[in-house]
């Protein structure tokens, strides 16, 4: 028996999942893959279960405590922005070579136009590197649907599988077809072999040779998976390999009936026979997919003897940003105009009735009275610099503030201003959220206290994760404890509410601590705004008399 309901992509994916026999879900929030972990907390299946799901201090150890209840037998998710998973590669690489036990996702939601990203990075690579399956759903139904089968694939094959989202498809809402039941949870199993989770060099060895050994049958596998489709069609001028949520765009310009053989990808490794019968077939070859030219590059080493290969290398097709209906219609119109049932529908401007709303800190935001303070006590150097990071706190680049010199990565905030301390840059400070400082900035914190860098951290303690939403942080009312046991100097480790009334305060205590020589943590704290709203209407929810 099936039920219809309209989901998001990433919510496709995580019904999918519970309704596949889901055990544990562990995540990191970051968009577009945080409403994945989200769902699995709401939905009511997953709390008649008790079905474990926890938002980790970071995507490394979401992905190692998912690894562990797939050695338990457990089927299990772990799920992260494209952006997490170089967080979380150590372990996602190296389970290649443990294997997985239980069925175990590993979902990576990348994210093309770079909505909320600092690259474009394309996480099917992360799969060949690590030589694992992956699949790349083309709707939210294939999201759906690839979850009891990623998991059943894991468990066939004894290995770990990465499932690629993007924005537009994490993002976007349709009608899925769900099972009415889910499949129940595995019994707790351990591995056959347990001596192959040790990676010690010598079984390391015969895992390498082992994982490369099984590529064979991942590659069969892709060959007859329901998800990589061959097409045939009239018009023999041009084959199509197609991928993802490329492959709706396709059949969208061309009203669902594409006169041209087209190999459906959602499946990998590629599947090799498949794009020779395609090569074979037709004059010329045209790949579309969404990110980087993944399949692109493979076809041109595996397949080309002379026929046109065309797609983002060529030029073709976009290379930067996201693809879309229009795009994928003036690649195939530069190519093929007479093509029969070709929708162009041209570029659509911006309606200048539409206003532009760039990203602000939101009014009452406390990281604005952090920033007013420090802009002020940094007045009287003409070289100060301050080392941002990632969160809500990165907009303080932005006018009024322009009060920051860098966003690389999480956590490099403290560890870029001890490098330039380090260099001699005075003052160098670092400004990093809390959850952020959880998430990866710690260490960099006890590299500082063990020099007694010279330098101020301001730790910016919203009590959120508020830029995805307002889920929980990991160091709430604990940041002051865990800077003093990592050996931060009591006496320099200072705390101080970040009201429109206390900057003055806040601006004497940077004046202080930007000259005390040695590394000194100031830690500003003031309630998200947002999640400080929706605490006051649950209590007053709570407190008001029902009727």
């Not at 591995?191 to 082992?210: D, F, H, T």
Request: proline share 5%; net charge negative; with cysteine.
């Amino acid at each position: 028996m099936k039920t219809k309901r309209l989901l998001l992509g990433d919510e496709a994916l995580a019904l999918g999942a519970i309704n596949g026999g889901l055990s544990g879900a562990y995540a990191y929030p970051g968009t577009p893959s945080t409403e994945i972990l989200e769902f699995v907390q709401k939905d009511p299946v997953s709390r008649a279960r008790g079905l474990h799901s926890h938002w980790s201090s970071n995507e490394k150890t979401a992905m190692e405590a998912a690894l562990g209840m797939s050695y338990c037998g457990k089927r299990a998710i772990t799920s992260m922005k494209h952006v997490g998973l170089n967080v979380a590669a150590d372990p996602f690489v190296n389970s290649a070579m443990t294997g997985a036990n239980g069925g175990l996702l590993v979902i990576s939601a990348d994210d093309p136009s770079m909505h909320s990203s600092q690259n474009e990075q394309d996480s099917r690579f992360y799969a060949d590197f690590a030589m694992i399956p992956l699949l790349e759903p083309c709707n939210q139904q294939e999201a759906y649907d690839m979850a009891r089968h990623g998991f059943s694939l894991s468990e066939r094959c004894h290995i770990p599988v990465l499932v690629r989202m993007v924005t537009r498809l994490a993002h976007s809402r349709a009608v899925v077809e769900c099972d009415a039941a889910p499949l129940p949870e595995n019994d707790l199993h351990y591995p056959a072999n347990p001596r192959q989770w040790v990676l010690m060099p010598a079984v390391s060895k015969e895992r390498n040779r082992q994982l490369i050994k099984d590529q064979e049958q991942f590659r069969k596998e892709s060959e007859e998976s329901p998800f990589n489709r061959y097409e045939d069609g009239p018009d023999k001028r041009l084959g199509i390999i197609a991928s993802g949520i490329a492959y709706n765009y396709l059949q969208e310009i061309f009203g669902g009936r594409v006169p041209f053989p087209v190999l459906k990808i959602g499946q990998y490794p590629l599947p090799l026979e498949a794009m020779r019968r395609l090569y074979d077939a037709c004059d010329a070859m045209l790949v579309l997919e969404e990110g980087q030219p993944f399949i692109e590059k493979q076809v041109r080493g595996l397949l080309y003897h002379g026929k046109e290969i065309y797609g983002k290398l060529s030029g073709h097709v976009v290379r930067d940003g996201e693809l879309n209906p229009d795009e994928v219609a003036a690649a195939m119109s530069a190519l093929c105009a007479d093509a029969a049932g070709l929708k162009l529908h041209g570029k659509r401007e911006v309606s200048e009735l539409v206003v532009p709303r760039p990203p602000a800190l939101c009014q009452g935001c406390g990281h604005r009275d952090v920033y007013a303070a420090m802009n002020a006590a940094l007045e009287k150097y003409s070289d100060a610099k301050v080392f941002g990071d990632i969160g809500c706190y990165t907009l303080g680049f932005l006018k009024p503030f322009n009060a920051i010199d860098s966003c690389v990565d999480m956590g490099a905030s403290i560890t870029m201003a001890k490098g330039a301390a380090d260099a001699g840059q005075f003052p160098s400070l670092a400004i990093i959220g809390d959850s952020t400082f959880t998430h990866s900035g710690m260490t960099g914190l006890l590299d500082a206290i063990n020099e007694d860098t010279n330098m101020v951290v301001v730790i910016s303690d919203n009590l959120t994760t508020g830029m995805t939403g307002g889920q929980d942080s990991q160091g709430t009312g604990k940041l002051e404890q865990i800077c003093i046991g990592l050996g931060a100097d009591p006496a320099h480790v200072r705390t101080i509410d970040s009201l429109p009334r206390n900057v003055p305060d806040i601006t004497a205590l940077f004046e202080e601590e930007i000259n005390h020589k040695g590394l000194s943590v100031i830690i500003s704290r003031r309630e998200c705004i947002q999640t400080a709203r929706r605490h006051a209407s649950a209590k007053n929810k709570a407190q008001s008399p029902k009727a």
